[in-house]
């Protein structure tokens, strides 16, 4: 267990409003990614952080805005929430293995969101 | 641009093997591969790095062939458990934690 939550769960709204979805880990670790998953498509890179106020926009970053202001917090939010967005978001954080040494990717529960 | 993944599905039976493929258009430094079962979040099996050192999984085994971009991951004496979606991650030769993953392979295992 690497210690990533996702809020909310689970996320109904309609299109034109704003949406925000919180990851949030508790490892300290420095990299932070959010994905969408779409039948067809498999995970898709939306943006990724570095570091606290350090982003970068992945393949599907069109849409989205990211924040990160604290270590432990990576925001993804949806200005304006459109029908071709409704997915599943999985945030996910890069962390050393401890067996080995090696770098890994945790992925958190995800969060299904449907744009009505 | 997203890897591509062969086969997009496959069906064994217990005790079956299979190949799962991955190919990148772009040089990479490493190759990550994961599982993921139906409504749950992705789950790490193992890492390549460009240079051949592998680690991950102690019972699947994979490879990767820098000079082609391309990974194969290697399920032998397959189980029940094994079934679900394999995704590859790859990253670039620039290794800036920067993860782009392919389309996905369904396996599915039948007693």
């Known amino acids: 267990d690497a210690g990533i939550t996702q809020s909310p769960r689970h996320k109904v709204t309609e299109t034109g409003t704003p949406v925000t979805l919180r990851c949030h880990q508790t490892?300290?670790?420095?990299?932070m990614y959010w994905y969408r998953q779409d039948p067809g498509h498999g995970l898709r890179l939306i943006h990724y952080s570095y570091g606290v106020k350090d982003t970068d926009k992945g393949e599907v970053s069109d849409g989205y805005s990211v924040s990160r202001s604290k270590t432990e917090d990576f925001l993804l939010t949806l200005e304006s929430a459109t029908s071709s967005q409704t997915s599943v978001y999985f945030c996910?954080?890069?962390?050393?293995?401890?067996?080995?040494?090696?770098?890994?990717?945790?992925f958190g529960p995800g969060t299904r969101l449907t744009v009505l | 641009q997203q890897p591509v993944q062969s086969p997009q599905a496959v069906i064994l039976r217990e005790g079956e093997d299979a190949v799962i493929n991955c190919s990148s258009s772009k040089a990479l430094y490493s190759v990550h591969w994961y599982r993921q079962k139906h409504g749950e979040a992705p789950v790490f099996l193992m890492i390549?790095?460009?240079?051949?050192e592998q680690k991950g999984h102690d019972k699947i085994s994979a490879s990767f062939n820098e000079k082609k971009q391309q990974s194969s991951l290697y399920l032998t004496a397959s189980q029940l458990s094994y079934s679900g979606t394999y995704f590859c991650?790859?990253?670039?030769?620039?290794?800036?934690?920067?993860?782009?993953f392919g389309t996905g392979t369904r396996l599915k295992v039948l007693a």
């Open positions: 991650g790859t990253e670039g030769l620039s290794g800036t934690y920067k993860y782009i």
């Open positions: 490892e300290n670790h420095r990299y």
């Open positions: 996910a954080i890069t962390g050393t293995s401890g067996r080995a040494g090696y770098n890994e990717q945790f």
């Open positions: 390549l790095l460009k240079g051949g």
